[in-house]
């Protein structure tokens, strides 16, 4: 089959030239189409229930909300987990699918359960499934800036101006709103004089209810024409709720007005946002939906925003102070310089080891059609180009060349060989093309392979590395084809005089090997034993290098989420926010913004609570930092911070915080969870846990979130003194609700604009006791509150986590100077010793240590059944399991170096950096396949001594040509500084310091091992 392509390639050489072109163009296109980000997706198959539940505790949204949607969602097919968070007036409940499973499947089964169970909620609550995003679908952050307009002025502008436009944007889920004050029309009851004309507050918002309508009467017909009856009854505003009837009392008329005061306001708060130490402001948070390109959707985002902003009031701007695509331009910029610069390096090596410009340019046209041939395909599966597909492509480039390196050497040999002078030179390149094509495709084949573990692994690092193997096997793939049937056309038609002589650089290495290589047969033995000695040292630095998930990638942004009092009310808490916000301006510089939200958003994504912040910090770029070290900043706000008093804290980034708690519901490296039934006993517990890990070396921004300390007045009802008055529990705790939540009443439209009608007393925001209320009874009489029911304060939990169907509460740390795996194993012993746990109750940990665990047990797995394999395909290329051994010998001896790179770099084996080593192992494979392939050729023409050092002569070239090019290739990732280097510089470590032992492993180690095995083999035949 290869040989009649081969053939029809190269009879027809215009057809082939057409179809590299059309590839080519298709390739540029295809990159155009490519979804650009900075990352892979990495959200599960997730779906969110979001309901709120107006003045309701944590205990009772768990008991009446929370646990009958948990129950209600058990059973659903593919269903991995249900995690849930019960807050005040929240309930916050997540439920992952298997991977694979189809997102609008999954809301499907989520919404028909839940519509099942919701006849059996509360009925006051609100919400629903969230929208289709994902927890990194924040793409878009601004605040409405303006000198003139009011909070409420400004909210109102980003509910029903600015926000209905963004919604309609290709690629937005929606739009969150923060901060400000959302307008409404309150009607705040008077009870003692609604008791004195003895009218009960049902009765009044009964009133309001069904005198705000506006109905059709039909069509009455006159004559030729034909007319509408319409009944005006809206309520238009604050006078025509003042003059609507209430009751007739003694022969005068009581009007709403008499009886409370109508004004307009704003609904209850549940969050705020504060801004660069000024107090209040109001931002606006654009999702992206799942799946889109998040740098097109961000630029039409910012498109429309440009266009709202003519048209808003005079002296008002929207400030974007976050804008994903800056990460994604930055993040992909990162890998598209080192591409380019491992080219430019790459033809530099080319032309240093081929001598010759021609047969240079010739190798290298197999890099832009192999990537763009790789562009196909990712547009084709759906694969974005991000950090980790484009950095695939970046580790592939080395290996691509390679394939072409042999197919040129080898054509230009049998063009200049003295022997086939007379020869047709079309005649000539098949025969050239055909003689290293098995090993050409054995040898990509063997590196497909090796990287098909990264396929296999799950969760959060499958998705992560799956776009890296992918994109390596596409460009891997791809340059086969090129190889064999582009690269021996181009050859022909461009290579017209063939010299075959080595160049000088080559020539001085050959000097120095091939003596060298001599001297290595007389010491064959001291070799061995050499050899032998490095297996347990490589064994042993491996245990010795720190182990961790994957490096942490400078965003170029820093959240720092703060932790204040959990009974901290919204005043305080601005003040809070402020007090820290200008401390860190002042004494920070680098810092040149500062937005910070607390409490819950508009639609409750982020359920936090009043006395959680997420402090947003906007950065100067590096190069005016006092000292461009990300770590030196932080630990300039850890002093800044440690000076106030009554906070805790922990630092974080944008996209890192979202990933954290999409996978464990807590941010950190390292998720300690305690699970129990009871809530003092976790509180305690946990309490006692987070005190060990700050006494552990290691041990960076320990927190454990504060879950108890919330106030509460406790009402507790006289059920005799009810039943005395005539009163049911119910009516006299909606009497109390309205006193101080308030109950809506209907609508008042402004426009296309729309504002609730709140009833709502004044106790809420002043110091009047509860005890003061008035109400009357279904016999007209006036009571007062403290009649009926006796109120005390009493403190309680400010949240509670299910997992599972259990309760538990986390404590997470970051890690620093120290390895995950060393980490984790210090604070298990020193929990196991110092905290006893009651029965039922147990230890769980999470975070990125739980990605590293689950990464390296996979592929510990799929890597000894995926070098079975490569060993199976040595064979088969072969026909020797003698020389597949000496091959896959030289497996495991590659390593050393890798491992030592990685101990004196200080770098940590993480999964980058075993990307490295599956990556140096398939070079060391495809090395010793193109050495004991010619070796095997120049068997059967000359004697063994011989056709060992005159093959390890040959093959110096081509062994070093691909070392040098794929070291050289990851050099630029080696140095490069912008967002995602920090990703990739563990591999570059790796693979080019691994580089060194293999390919001396290769030139001096394989030579010897060939020469034993054959010479064994003509010992047998000879006996």
């Not at 918002?205 to 009455?220: D, F, K, P, S, T």
């Not at 591999?987 to 394989?1006: E, R």
């Amino acid at each position: 089959m290869m040989d009649a392509l081969l053939r029809f390639a190269l009879s027809q050489r215009i057809i082939i030239l057409l179809l590299a072109a059309a590839v080519a163009v298709y390739g540029v296109l295809s990159y155009g189409k490519l979804v650009i980000d900075a990352f892979p997706d990495v959200s599960s198959t997730q779906v969110k229930i979001i309901i709120k539940a107006p003045g309701m505790t944590p205990s009772e949204v768990e008991q009446q909300i929370t646990i009958p949607v948990e129950l209600e969602m058990q059973g659903i097919p593919h269903q991995t987990m249900v995690r849930s968070i019960s807050k005040y007036a929240l309930a916050d409940i997540t439920i992952d699918f298997e991977e694979g499973t189809d997102l609008y499947w999954a809301r499907d089964r989520v919404y028909q359960r839940f519509t099942a169970v919701k006849k059996e909620l509360p009925e006051n609550i609100g919400g629903g499934i969230a929208p289709i995003t994902t927890p990194l679908g924040e793409i878009l952050m601004f605040t409405i800036e303006s000198e003139t307009l009011s909070l409420m002025e400004k909210r109102t502008l980003l509910d029903w101006t600015i926000r209905p436009a963004l919604r309609s944007v290709p690629g937005v889920a929606d739009v969150n709103a923060l901060g400000g004050l959302v307008k409404s029309f309150i009607v705040k009851p008077d009870f003692a004089r609604l008791s004195a004309y003895g009218i009960p507050v049902s009765q009044l918002i009964e009133v309001i209810e069904r005198n705000n309508a506006n109905y059709g009467a039909g069509r009455i017909e006159q004559g030729d024409e034909a007319m509408i009856v319409r009944v005006l009854g809206k309520q238009t505003g604050i006078e025509s709720i003042r003059e609507l009837v209430l009751a007739q009392r003694e022969g005068s008329t009581v009007y709403v007005g008499d009886v409370a005061d109508v004004s307009v306001g704003a609904v209850t708060r549940y969050g705020y946002v504060t801004k660069n130490g000024k107090g209040e402001a109001v931002e606006g948070l654009v999702l992206g939906l799942k799946g889109a390109d998040a740098s097109r959707t961000v630029s039409a985002v910012k498109t429309r925003l440009a266009a709202l902003e003519k048209n808003l009031p005079e002296g008002t701007k929207l400030d974007v102070f976050y804008d994903r695509s800056d990460l994604v331009g930055k993040a992909v910029n990162t890998v598209q310089k080192a591409l380019m610069e491992a080219v430019v390096l790459i033809i530099v090596i080319l032309l240093l080891m081929l001598g010759d410009i021609i047969s240079a340019l010739t190798v290298a046209l197999i890099l832009p059609m192999a990537i763009l041939s790789a562009f196909i395909l990712m547009h084709l599966f759906g694969i974005s180009a991000n950090l980790m597909s484009l950095g695939g492509i970046a580790i592939a480039i080395g290996m691509i060349v390679d394939s072409a390196v042999v197919m040129v050497e080898n054509i230009v040999a049998w063009l200049g060989h003295p022997k086939y002078a007379h020869e047709p030179r079309s005649r000539l390149i098949y025969l050239a093309a055909k003689e290293v094509s098995l090993p050409i495709v054995s040898g990509v084949v063997i590196i497909i392979t090796i990287f098909s573990p990264l396929l296999m692994l799950q969760g959060l690092e499958g998705k992560l590395f799956a776009p890296v193997a992918l994109s390596i096997v596409f460009t891997l793939a791809s340059s086969i084809l090129f190889a064999l049937y582009l690269i021996p056309v181009i050859a022909g038609m461009s290579i017209k005089k063939a010299h075959d002589e080595p160049t000088w650089l080559v020539r001085k290495l050959e000097e120095i090997y091939i003596p060298t290589l001599i001297r290595a047969f007389r010491f064959e033995k001291p070799i061995y034993l050499l050899l032998v000695l490095l297996v347990p040292l490589s064994v042993y630095m491996f245990g010795s290098v720190g182990k961790t998930f994957m490096p942490t990638m400078d965003e170029g942004n820093i959240v720092i989420g703060v932790e204040s009092d959990p009974a901290i009310n919204i005043p305080a808490g601005i003040m809070l926010n402020t007090q820290i916000q200008q401390q860190l301006m002042a004494a920070v510089p680098e810092i040149k913004s500062i937005i910070s939200r607390s409490g819950s958003d508009e639609i409750g994504l982020d359920p936090m609570g009043l006395n959680d912040t997420d402090t947003f910090l906007v950065l100067h770029p590096k190069s005016e930092w006092r000292k461009p070290d990300t770590d030196w900043l932080r630990a300039q706000m850890r002093t800044v911070l440690e000076g106030i008093t009554g906070i805790e804290y922990g630092f974080t980034q944008p996209i890192e915080m979202r990933t954290s708690e999409m996978l464990t519901g807590a941010r950190g490296d390292v998720v300690v969870k305690l699970f129990g039934d009871d809530i003092e006993t976790l509180n305690t517990l946990g309490t006692n846990i987070a005190d060990l890990l700050k006494s552990t070396e290691g041990s960076e921004d320990v927190y454990m979130r504060q879950n108890e300390g919330v106030s509460y007045q406790q009402v507790v009802f006289d059920k005799k003194q009810l039943t005395k008055y005539g009163l049911n529990l119910d009516e006299a705790a909606q009497i109390l609700a309205i006193a101080v939540m308030g109950a809506e009443a209907g609508k008042i439209y402004e426009g296309m604009k729309q504002f609730s009608i709140l009833i709502r007393g004044d106790y809420a925001q002043n110091d009047l006791p509860l005890s003061s209320i008035y109400l009357t009874t279904p016999a007209g009489e006036r009571i007062a509150f403290s009649n009926i029911a006796h109120i005390e304060r009493t403190e309680g939990s400010v949240e509670i986590k299910h997992e599972g169907a259990q309760r538990f509460v986390s404590i997470q740390t970051n890690v620093s100077g120290t390895d995950l795996t060393t980490y984790v194993a210090s604070i298990a012993a020193k929990i196991e010793q110092e905290v006893a746990l009651p029965a039922g109750y147990r230890l769980e940990y999470g975070g990125e240590f739980k990605n590293q665990q689950r990464t390296m047990a996979r592929l510990s797995v799929v890597v000894p059944i995926a070098l079975a394999v490569i060993f199976m395909i040595l064979f088969f290329t072969f026909r020797s399991l003698r020389q597949a051994a000496a091959v896959f010998a030289m497996i495991p001896l590659a390593l050393t170096g890798g491992i030592a790179g990685l101990m004196a770099s200080g770098h940590y084996l993480s999964v980058p950096a075993s990307v490295g080593f599956i990556a140096l192992l398939g070079i060391a494979v495809l090395n010793g396949v193109v050495m004991v392939s010619y070796f095997n050729e120049l068997i059967k023409t000359m004697p063994l001594e011989n056709a060992v050092i005159e093959g390890a002569r040959r093959r110096l070239r081509p062994v070093l040509m691909t070392a040098l090019i794929a070291a050289f290739g990851l050099v630029p990732m080696l140095f490069a500084t912008g967002p995602g280097s920090e990703i990739q510089k563990p591999l570059a470590v790796v693979v080019i310091t691994g580089l060194i032992s293999s390919t001396l492993l290769t030139l001096i180690i394989l030579p010897i091992l060939y020469r034993r095995i054959e010479a064994k083999k003509e010992l047998q035949y000879t006996v």
